[in-house]
């Protein structure tokens, strides 16, 4: 049996320990207090060798051999101080981070913010990844990064641990910093696919406002196209804002609207099974089924209730509650 290495083992716990000890922060200006650096495999191998031209050259009283070892010394010397010049003073800022579904890669935007010369080859990662995003920061200008990281489920998390370095000029040495951003990403549940036809509507009570009684679909007026409806019962209007979500789909208007006295109200609890990630994927899936056909639709949760409405403030609403419950 093979066994796993200690000392990589020991080696990742020192660093988790570390790096949970810094305080988190949505902007980091990169100082010498904060920015670290050790030689690479090709540093130590390039002091090696100038070990052995060193030996070398005074066991054979060698002049060009001290001129090429000296020469090199006073190169890896320059440009260690030139890599670590490269990312001290930087400022890191990162951007607010759009909300994302379970299974989908979020996106975390970052602002290099440069307040002297250029800085080639920067990156930007989480720590512990071989993951990088590269780029360079123009002169008394700014760049944009990009980081993906794949949340690990529906809920509010705090963002991961990032990490910028780089090796320029040489590759001789790393320098590199750890960041901590104190911003969280909300994840919504994953909508199920395909997802089945919406819950039949609710008997309304008693005294519906007039904004309630022209919308909502087939609860109130519009409902899907079907095969052998007339071209003037297609709601033109609604049938835009379908495509412009990028559905191919058409809604037809109900001519007995006037009748109709239901109201579409999605719960987990109308959904089979008994894994609540599958009940509120399906209800997921509900509510961007309703809101793309520009449904008046309501929410309701074991903690809370969210009156029918729509748009995308009330989608948002639901979602987040459907992410928290």
């Known amino acids: 049996m093979t066994k796993t290495p200690e000392r990589p083992r020991l080696r990742g716990r020192l660093t988790r320990w570390f790096i949970n000890r810094l305080p988190r922060a949505d902007q980091l200006r990169l100082t010498h207090r904060n920015v670290y650096i050790l030689p690479t ?24 051999g001290y001129l090429l070892t000296f020469l090199l010394l006073g190169c890896s010397v320059v440009g260690m101080h030139v890599c670590h010049g490269n990312l001290r003073g930087l400022q890191l800022r990162l951007e607010p981070p759009e909300p994302c579904f379970v299974r989908q890669n979020a996106v975390i935007n970052i602002t290099l913010d440069n307040p002297g010369r250029a800085r080639h080859g920067i990156a930007m990662g989480e720590a512990g990844t071989d993951h990088w995003s590269w780029t360079d920061v123009p002169a008394e200008g700014s760049a944009r990064v990009q ?19 780089t090796g320029f000029p040489l590759g001789t040495f790393r320098v590199w910093t750890y960041w901590r951003p104190a911003a969280e990403l909300l994840v919504y549940p994953a909508p199920e696919s395909p997802a089945p036809p919406l819950p039949p509507g609710e008997p309304r009570p008693g005294g519906v406002n007039a904004r309630h009684a022209h919308r909502s679909g087939e609860f109130d ?8 409806d007339p071209m003037k019962a297609v709601a033109w209007k609604k049938a835009a804002q379908v495509w412009a979500a990028g559905r191919d789909e058409l809604v037809s208007r109900d001519q007995s609207a006037h009748l109709q006295t239901h109201e ?4 987990p609890a109308q959904c089979g099974g008994a894994d609540i990630e599958h009940r509120l994927s399906r209800v997921c899936a509900w509510v961007l089924a309703a809101e793309r056909l520009g449904l008046d639709y309501g929410l309701r949760l ?9 748009g995308p403030a009330h989608q948002r609403r639901c979602l987040e509650a459907l992410a928290l419950c």
């Open 264 to 267: 579409l109200w999605l719960d």
């Open 221 to 228: 007026g519009v409902r899907s196209y079907r095969r052998g």
């Open 41 to 64: 495999r090709a540093g130590l191998m390039l002091g090696l060798t100038l070990m052995l031209l060193l030996v070398g050259s005074i066991n054979y009283q060698l002049n060009l």
């Open 302 to 310: 074991p903690s809370q209730e969210i009156p029918p409405d729509q």
């Open 147 to 165: 980081v993906g990281w794949s949340p690990p489920s529906r809920g509010r998390h705090p963002l991961p641990r990032l990490t910028a370095q």
